[in-house]
Each structure stands twice: as C-alpha cells, then as structure tokens.
C-alpha cells in the first residue's frame, strides 16, 4: 500500500506502511500453490534493488504474464510486499514477476529516471531469459500501483516513444509488445503530484520523494505521462482503478478524462462503497470484501480480453 503526500513527515508514513504491511501478511493466507524463483538478479550487481521474484502455477498457466511495480511513495516497498495479492492471480494460471527497484533517497539522489530504467532492465532480463526461466512474453501485461503505476506508464512510453527513448538516452529496445497496462489508484499526472508535494510536504521530504530534480519543469514535463498522451501517443488498453476513500482518486479521475477527451481505450472501474478500511489500493488488501474481488476479476477479464491467448 502506498501513503503518498502527507502533512507529516513522510518518515512516519514509510513507518506505518511497513508495520502495514507485515501485519497483513502475518494474518493473511496466500492462495493456491506456486513455484517462485525468488531474489533473481536483473543486473549483475547483487543488490537487492535489483532482484525480482518469477511465479508459476505448476498445475495450471494461461500462457499470460503479468509484470508488476509496486507502489510506495516512490520511496517505500519491496517485491514482496503484495505476495497475497500476486498469488491470487497466480492461483488463476497467471504467470507473474514482481521487480525490486531504487527507492528515493533522502539526499535526493534516486529519481523517478532511475526507477524506471530499473523496470527497464528487468523488463529487458525476462525477455532475454524467457526461455531458460520457462515463462512467455506473447502476452505481457504490466501492473502497477500508485508510484508503480506511473512507473509502468513510462515504462511503456520508453519502449516505444522517441522523445522519452532520447530523455533517457537510451537506444538498445528489446522486442516486447505491452498488451495492456492495469492501474490501482495510479500516480498519472506528475506535474499535479509534485503540485500537492509544495502544499503537504517540507523542502527535505520533496527531495526525497521526487529527487533533486523537481524542480526542473523540463525534467516534470519528459516524466509526466499526460504530456504524451495530449501530443498524440496512443498507449496499450488501459485498467485503471480507484475508490471513493482513495485519497489520490483524482489522480485516476484525470486519466480516466483525459482518455476520454482523446480517445484512449481505458477500462474504469471506480468503487463507491463507503465501507471500506482501506481505499488507496483498495484491491490488494480488502480479498474477503466484495469490492476487492470484484476489482481483481474486473482486471482478469481485462487481461484475459486483450490477450491472444483469448483468441
């Protein structure tokens, strides 16, 4: 779960989401068995930044693989953090690779840059090892939530966009055809982020959060997903969620128009109920709620839909 601008220093909240976190996954169960090759090094470093975990079902796989960059502030979370919710897509067949990335820095080192040329790379890695790992990238699909989300939609720009490829000055583009992009409560318009970090957050948390680089309108701009998209880049079918007590649910309501207004193929799914505990990534926790599981089969159907395997 990711708890991103707030009023109080973002050390509490990288505090409370770990305590969060371990708590769920001490009282919950993850689904089904799988086979997990775990702490995989992308590049030949061996840091733990740069490791994912590959899961299979061994009973039964659908021939879909599903990339998944977790959320976190841009500063918080680890590849495992979400293993219940990875496993019950992994229970349906899906194969899944869930990334570690670089986390931001309190010296404002690590920017948005360097954690997506890590996805980069590890996107890279499983299409070259593809076969020695026993996995298919026919039908890859990238998930993300909040800051992963954001994540996912440049990482998609970068392997097809020039302008983005050229920002990042990077030229050697592996050959994977993204079918489509799945949103929970996504970072989307990064300008409007960083406008929310002057209001909520101190000039130290900003350069943790956002790097020493936010204050750079060019370096906003080649990061915000919204620029591309209103200059005509046309990305994979989107799924994009959010809830009323999501506390960014306007982040996902700009995507949501803005695709509209241009014309992108985006399936929404916005969640009413007032009851719920949780509302930021509300389907990674709430398995037992109604809402929770019907976000979860809305985006199965969503992957099983614009997949070939389907066809």
């Known amino acids: 779960m990711i708890m991103s601008i707030i009023k109080f220093p973002v050390?509490?909240?990288?505090?409370?989401?770990?305590?969060?976190?371990?708590?769920?996954?001490?009282?919950?169960?993850?689904?089904?068995?799988?086979?997990?090759?775990?702490?995989?090094?992308?590049?030949?470093d061996d840091s733990a930044d740069h490791r994912l975990d590959i899961y299979t079902n061994p009973e039964k796989r659908n021939g879909i693989l599903l990339f998944y960059v977790h959320g976190g502030a841009y500063v918080y979370g680890k590849k495992d953090d979400h293993?219940?919710?990875?496993?019950?897509?992994?229970?349906?067949?899906?194969?899944?690779?869930?990334i570690n990335y670089r986390l931001g820095q309190k010296d404002g080192s690590i920017?948005?840059?360097?954690?997506?040329?890590?996805?980069?790379?590890?996107?890279?890695?499983?299409?070259?090892?593809?076969?020695?790992y026993g996995i298919k990238t026919d039908n890859i699909f990238l998930i993300g939530d909040s800051a992963g989300g954001h994540i996912c939609l440049l990482l998609e720009l970068l392997l097809k966009?020039?302008?983005?490829?050229?920002?990042?000055?990077?030229?050697?583009?592996?050959?994977?055809?993204?079918?489509?992009?799945a949103l929970n409560s996504t970072m989307y318009d990064y300008d409007g982020v960083i406008k929310l970090g002057y209001k909520h957050l101190t000039k130290r948390d900003r350069k943790w959060m956002f790097s020493n680089k936010y204050l750079?309108?060019?370096?906003?701009k080649k990061n915000n997903p919204s620029y591309y998209y209103k200059n005509g880049f046309k990305p994979a079918p989107l799924f994009a969620s959010t809830a009323y007590h999501d506390f960014f649910r306007g982040q996902t309501l700009k995507l949501k128009r803005e695709c509209d207004e241009l014309?992108?193929?985006?399936?929404?799914?916005?969640?009413?109920?007032?009851?719920?505990?949780?509302?930021?990534?509300?389907?990674?926790?709430?398995?037992?709620?109604?809402?929770?599981?019907?976000c979860n089969n809305r985006m199965a159907e969503f992957f099983l839909k614009h997949s070939s395997v389907a066809k």
């Open 161 to 181: 966009n020039k302008e983005l490829q050229d920002f990042y000055q990077i030229i050697d583009m592996p050959d994977i055809d993204i079918k489509g992009i």
């Open 11 to 44: 050390s509490i909240g990288y505090r409370s989401m770990a305590r969060g976190d371990v708590k769920f996954n001490k009282s919950h169960r993850t689904y089904g068995n799988f086979n997990v090759k775990k702490d995989v090094n992308y590049i030949s």
């Open 263 to 294: 014309g992108i193929e985006i399936d929404y799914l916005f969640e009413p109920s007032l009851n719920m505990k949780i509302g930021h990534v509300y389907n990674h926790f709430n398995f037992e709620n109604e809402e929770g599981r019907n």
């Open 111 to 132: 920017s948005i840059v360097d954690q997506v040329k890590d996805a980069f790379e590890a996107l890279k890695f499983i299409e070259e090892n593809k076969h020695y």
């Open 83 to 98: 293993r219940v919710f990875i496993s019950w897509f992994v229970n349906k067949g899906f194969d899944f690779v869930s």
């Open 216 to 220: 750079d309108p060019e370096f906003v």
